[in-house]
C-alpha cells in the first residue's frame, strides 16, 4: 500500500569520533516511507541499526555524528538547528524505544507521561479534568481499560502495560511516522505477540508510517510492507518482505533465514554462519559480508559493494547474484529438505528426579512463589527441555538443582544422592553431585571473570574436578578444541572474545569436570541469530560425542525444539503439560502451549489480526 | 534509639577513662578540702555502682539536666544554649551556600559535561575538597581581613545585619569542602540520570528542555544527593569546631575545645550527647525527605 | 564432526582495541610532588637546611629571605625547614590509617559481602555505630579526654575509618556476587574463600586502591585538623597542622608563616585526591566486571 512519500533518506552516513578516532557505523544507507507503510531494519547486533533510528529522529549520543540527507515535508531533517527538530520530534516523528523498564520516569505517574505534552488549539497546555480525559482515552487506545493506570507508577505495573504506556506516550501529539526500536525483544513472547499486533492496528487506525527496528526476520516478514537488511553498517538488500521470504537475494539474507530454527519441525542440524560480525572500517572497500560468505570470490574483494536494483522493487549488494542465484536456491530447499529428524526418546534410569518441587521468595511484605509443585524427570543421556515464560519458574528449577538455590520443600535426587539442600550434603555427596551436574548460563558477557585469561579460568575449572592433576595446559587446550576455539585463545580476557566465543568458552568450563548433566539456561537467548546456531550444532554434537544429558531451559519453542527429545512447559511455577517435543508442539493439548506456540511470529497476516480480534475482547490481563 | 543509648553510655564511660582520678577531674581547677570531696562525691553520686550512675545521668540529661561544669560551675545546659546560637546561625549559614553553589554548580557542570567550563568547575572541586576547613578560613582571614579589611577578622558581631558580615567569612569557609562534595556527588548522579533510558525517551518525545532537565533527570538524580545530605551535616558540625576556633567565635565548637583542652569533663559530655542526639536527628530526617522524593519507597517496590 | 561445531576461525573473530592512553601531564607531576614528600617525610632531617629545632632566639619573626624561605617563627626556628621535616608527620599517620582501614575494612567488608546473613548484619550494625558520629568531633572529645597524642589520634582514626571502607567493599562485593562468574565457580565447587580472594575481590581492586588514596588525603587533613586544634601532635612537633595553628597570629606580620605549611597541606592532599580519582579511572577501564 503506498501513499504519498514521508520520509527520504539518501546516502545517510554515520559515525563515531572518540578521543580523535573516527569509527564508522553506517556507511551511506538510502530509506523510503510512504505513509501508511511499513518498513523493517533487520540487523544483528553491529549492524548500525539503532543509531540509524536515532539519527532520523536527531537523538545520536555526544561524538556521533551524521551525514547525509532526510528529507521530510520538502525540509532536510540533517540539517535544522536543534529548536526546529525538537519540534517536530513527537510532534511528527515519534520513537518508542526497547526496553519498557527504563522508558518511564520512574517518579513520574503514567497518565503524566502521556497528558504533558498535550496541548490544545491554541497551544495552551490543558486544564486537569481534560488531561485526565485525554490520558484515559488514550490509554485504552494502547488497550489498557482500566483508568486507574494513569494515576499508577510505572514499578507498579508489568513489563506488557509499560511497552503500551510508553507506546501511547510516544503517540500523544499524533505524529505522522513512528519509529519503533526492537519494541518487544524485552518482553515475553505471549506479550510481544500483543504488541507488535497493537502497533500495527494503531498504524492503520492513524494512518502513520512505521519504521519497524528489529533483528528477527520472521517478526519483519509479519509486520513489514518493504525489508531494508543492514550489516555491518550497509544495506545489503531491500526488497518486499514477500519477495524476500521467497526467495532472499543475498547470500546473507539467505543465511539468516536459514538460521532462524524453524518452529514447527527439528533439523539434524541448522545452517549456521561462522564468524561474527565485523566492525564496519574492517570491511571498508569489499562486500562487507565476503568474510563469512560461501561464495565469495576475488569481485567481492574488489572494491565497494553498492546496492543495485533489480527487477519488482528489489535490491541487493551481492555482485554475483545472477552467478550464485540458482546455487542460493538449491541450498535453500536442500536446508529444508534436510529436516526432519524424529525426535527419538530413549527411556533409561533417571539421572535427576524432583518431586513436588516448592520454592517460595520472601522480600519484604510480598511473598512470591516461584515454583509451586513441580516434579520432572531427566534420564541418562536424555535430552529435556523447560519450556515458558518469565516467572514460570524455570530458571528457579534449574538453580535449584544446581544448588544455586535452596527449595522450600520437595526432593531433587541427582544420581541416586538426595540433593534437594545441598549445605546438608557431606562433603563427598557435595563433590559427587557437582560433577554429575553444571550448568551454562545466559548472559555471555558476564560468564566469564574478567580480570582472569581464560586459559587460567580453565585451568581452575580442570582442578577443581581432579585436584592435582598433570598436564594441564593439554587438558586445557583440548577443551578448548572441543568447543571450536583455537587453542591460543588460552592466552586471552574474555574482553577480547565476542558473545558467541565467550558462550563457548562457558560451555568448556563446564565440560572441565565432564558433567553427566548440563543445565544450560537460556544459553543463547542473548547471541545474535547467525551465532545462535552455530552454538546449538555444537550442543548437539557435544552431546552425541560425550553422550551428556541436557535441562535445556529456554522461552524459545523454536530453539528447544531442536535440541530436546522431551518437553516440560512451565507456566507460573507449575508443569501444565509434558511429553515428547513433537507432540506437545506440533498437538498441544493445554491452552497455554497452545498460547506459546501460536507466538513464534509468521508472517501470514493472520497472526496479527487473530491476535487484534482476541484484544478487541478482552484487557490487558496482570 | 538504641544506638543513641549506646553512643550514650559510650560518652558517660568517658569520664571513667579519663587519666587520673575523678575526683581530681571533677575538682578541677579548685583546691581540694575534704568537705568539697565529700560534697562532690554525694552529688555525683560515686559511690553508687557504675550502671546506677549511668542511670541518674541519663534521666537528668533527658530532663535537660547536664551536670555543672567542672570549670564554671555554671550549668552545662545553660552554657550550651549561650553557645548555640553562634553555631546555628553558621551552621544554616553555611548549609545554604553549599546546597546552593553545591547542587547549581553541580547541575551546571553535569549539563555541560567535558567542556571547559566542566573542566573548570571539577578542577575547583577537587582542590576544594582538599582544603579543610580551618585551611580555607586562615586563606580567608589573610586575603580579605588582612590584606584588604573588607571582612571583620573575628567576632561573631551584633545583631542580624552584623551578624551576617561577620560569619560570612567563617561561613565560606565551612562551606567549601562541603560545597565541593556535594558538587562532585549531584554532578555525578546528574550525569548519571541524563544518561538514562527516559531521559532519552523524554527528549524523543519532544518535551522542552527545562522540563527534561528539572522533572526527568534532576528529581531523580536528587534521591542520592539527598541521602548523602546527613553526611553533609555530619561534616558540618565537624567543620564548625575548626572555624570556631579560627575566627574566634563563641560558638559551640570552641565551647566543645576548650572544655576539652581544659579537662571539663561534664561539659564534654553533655556537648557530645547534644552533638549525637542532633546527627540521629539529621539521619532521621533525611530518611522522611527521602521516602517523599521517591514514590517506589513510599508505596514499598512492586513490580520487579 | 569438526564441520558440525563451527570452529571459530581467529580471523574473523573481534580485536581489542586496548586504548594506550599516555600518562597525562597533570598526573605525572602529581606523582613528582608525592615523590618529593614522601622524600622530605623519609629524610627530611637531612635535607632541611636549617635544624627544624634549633631557637634563635635573637631572629624570630624574620621575613621570609633566601637564607630563611619561609622566614622564622616566635622562636627564631626557620619554617622552611620545619614545613620539611613536617612531611613525616603528615605522611606517616594518614599512610597507617589508609592502609589499616584498607586491610581490615576490606576483610570485613568481603566477609560480610560474601557470607551475608549474621556475620553481615552485625558487621553492618557496627559500622552503623560508627557512622552516628563525625569522625572529628569524636577524635576531638576521645583524644583530647584521654590527653592527646599523635599516635593516639592516629589509631582512633583508623577505627573510625574502616567502617567507611567496609561498606564500599561490602557494596561492590553484594554487586559481584550475582554475577553469572561468580555463580559458575559456585557451581563448579570451589571454595568460598578460593571465590572470594580469588574471583570477587581482583574484581572489587580498582574500588579499594582508589579509596585508599582518597582516604589518605582526608585523614591527612583530618589529622592536620586535629593537631591544629593541639590535640594531634605535641606541642613543639614540627607538624603542619599544629604549625598552621601556632603561626596563625601572624597574619598580620609574617603571612607566609602559616600561609606555607597551609599550601603544603592542600598541594599534597590534591595530589593524592587527584591521583586517586585517576587510578580510579585507569582501573575501571581495564575492562573489570561491570
Known sequence: ???????????????????????????????????????????????????????????????????????????????????????????????????????????????????????????????????????????????????????????????????????????????????????????????????????????????????????????????????????????????????????????????????????????????????????????????????????????????????????????????????????????????????????????????????????????????????????????????????????????????????????????????????????????????????????????????????????????????????????????????????????????????????????????????????????????????????????????????????????????????????????YVLYRGAVVEAGPVDTVLGRPSHEYTQKLVDSIPRSDSEWLTAQQAVMGVAPDGD | MLLLLVISFGIFSLLYLAPGDIVQSLLGARQSSPELIAQLRSQYHLDDPFLTQYWIWLQNALHGDLGHSTVTGLPVTQAIKDHAGVTVFLGLYAFVITTFFGVSLGVAAAVRKRSAADRGIVGFSVIAVSMPAFVTGIVLLYLLAVRVSWFPAFGPGEGFQDRLVHLTLPAVALALTQAALVLKLTRASMIEALDQDYVAFARARGLATWRVLWTYAFRNALIPVVTASALILAYLLTGAVLVEVTFALPGLGSLLVDSVNQKDVTTVQGLALVVAATVMLANLLTDVLYMFLDPRIRLGTGAS | MSVDINPVRPELSLGVTRSRRRFPVLIILCLIFTALVVFCAIFGSLVAPHDPNEQDLLNTLQQPSWDHLFGTDTLGRDIFSRVIVGARTAVAGPLVIALGAMLIGNTLGVFAGYRGGRADFVIMRFCDLMFALPALLVAIVVVGVLGGGYWLAVTLLMILTIPYDARLIRGSVLEQRPRPYVEAVRVLGLKPRQIMVGQVWPNVLPVVVANTFLNFAFSLVTLSGLSYLGLGAGPGTADWGRMISDNRNLLFQNPVAALGPAFVLVATATTVNLLGDWLYERLSDRGRAR
Open chain 1, 1 to 567: 500500500m503506498t501513499g504519498e512519500p514521508l520520509l527520504t533518506v539518501s546516502n545517510l552516513r554515520i559515525h563515531s569520533r572518540i578521543g580523535g578516532k573516527s569509527r564508522t557505523i553506517v556507511s551511506g544507507i538510502d530509506l523510503a516511507l510512504a505513509r501508511g507503510e511499513t518498513i523493517g531494519i533487520v540487523g544483528e547486533s553491529g549492524s548500525g541499526k539503532s543509531m540509524t533510528a536515532r539519527a532520523l529522529i536527531g537523538l545520536l549520543p555526544a561524538g556521533v555524528f551524521a551525514e547525509g540527507h532526510v528529507e521530510y515535508e520538502g525540509r532536510d531533517l540533517l540539517e535544522l538547528p536543534e529548536r526546529a527538530l525538537r519540534k517536530l520530534r513527537g510532534s511528527e516523528l515519534g520513537l518508542v524505544f526497547q526496553d519498557p523498564f527504563t522508558m518511564l520516569n520512574p517518579i513520574l505517574r503514567c497518565g503524566r507521561h502521556i497528558d504533558e505534552q498535550l496541548r490544545d488549539e491554541r497551544g495552551r497546555r490543558l486544564g486537569r479534568a481534560e488531561r485526565r480525559n485525554e490520558a484515559v482515552r488514550r490509554l485504552a487506545e494502547v488497550g489498557i481499560r482500566d483508568a486507574g493506570v494513569a494515576e499508577r507508577y510505572p514499578f507498579e505495573l508489568s513489563g506488557g502495560m509499560r511497552q503500551r504506556v510508553g507506546i501511547a506516550a510516544a503517540l500523544a501529539r499524533d505524529p505522522k511516522i513512528l519509529i519503533a526500536d526492537e519494541p518487544s525483544t524485552a518482553l515475553d513472547v505471549t506479550t510481544q505477540r500483543e504488541i507488535l499486533a497493537l502497533i500495527k492496528s494503531v498504524q492503520v487506525s492513524r494512518g502513520m508510517g512505521l519504521i519497524m527496528i528489529t533483528h528477527d526476520l520472521r517478526v519483519a516478514f509479519a509486520m513489514c510492507d518493504r525489508i531494508y537488511v543492514l550489516y555491518a553498517g550497509s544495506l545489503l538488500e531491500v526488497a518486499p518482505a514477500a519477495a524476500v521470504e521467497e526467495e532472499p537475494l543475498h547470500p546473507y539474507t539467505l543465511g539468516l533465514l536459514l538460521s532462524e530454527p524453524p518452529g514447527d519441525r527439528r533439523l539434524a542440524h541448522l545452517h549456521s554462519i561462522e564468524g561474527a560480525v565485523p566492525a564496519p572500517d574492517d570491511v571498508a572497500g569489499r562486500c562487507p559480508f565476503s568474510a563469512r560468505c560461501s561464495w565469495t570470490a576475488d569481485e567481492c574483494l574488489a572494491g565497494p559493494t553498492p546496492l543495485r536494483s533489480l527487477a519488482e522493487g528489489r535490491a541487493t549488494a551481492c555482485v554475483r547474484i545472477d552467478k550464485i542465484r540458482p546455487e542460493m536456491r538449491v541450498e535453500r530447499l536442500e536446508a529444508s529438505q534436510r529436516a526432519h529428524v524424529e525426535a527419538v526418546s530413549g527411556a533409561s534410569s533417571a539421572l535427576v528426579h524432583v518431586a513436588d518441587l516448592r520454592k517460595t521468595f520472601i522480600t519484604g511484605q510480598r511473598q512470591v512463589d516461584a515454583l509451586a509443585g513441580v516434579s520432572i524427570e531427566v534420564g541418562e543421556g536424555e535430552s529435556v527441555g523447560l519450556v515458558g515464560e518469565s516467572g514460570s519458574g524455570k530458571t528457579t528449577l534449574g538453580r535449584c538443582i544446581v544448588g544455586l538455590e535452596t527449595p522450600t520443600s520437595g526432593t531433587i535426587t541427582i544420581d541416586g544422592i538426595e540433593a534437594a539442600d545441598y549445605t546438608q550434603l557431606s562433603t563427598r555427596d557435595r563433590a559427587a553431585v557437582r560433577r554429575s551436574v553444571q550448568i551454562v548460563f545466559q548472559d555471555p558477557y558476564s560468564s566469564l571473570n574478567p580480570v582472569r585469561t581464560i586459559g587460567s579460568a580453565l585451568q581452575q575449572a580442570v582442578l577443581v574436578a581432579e585436584p592435582g592433576a598433570r598436564g594441564v595446559s593439554g587438558q586445557v587446550a583440548d577443551l578448548l578444541r572441543t568447543v571450536g576455539l583455537p587453542p591460543e585463545y588460552a592466552a586471552r580476557k574474555p574482553v577480547a572474545l565476542s558473545g558467541g566465543e565467550r558462550q563457548r568458552v562457558a560451555i568448556a568450563r563446564a565440560l572441565a569436570v565432564k558433567p553427566r548433566l548440563l543445565i544450560c539456561d537460556e544459553p543463547v537467548s542473548a547471541l545474535d541469530v547467525s551465532v545462535q546456531a552455530q552454538i546449538l550444532n555444537l550442543f548437539a554434537t557435544l552431546r552425541h560425542e560425550f553422550g551428556m544429558s541436557y535441562l535445556f531451559i529456554t522461552h524459545d519453542l523454536a530453539v528447544v525444539r531442536q535440541i530436546v527429545e522431551r518437553v
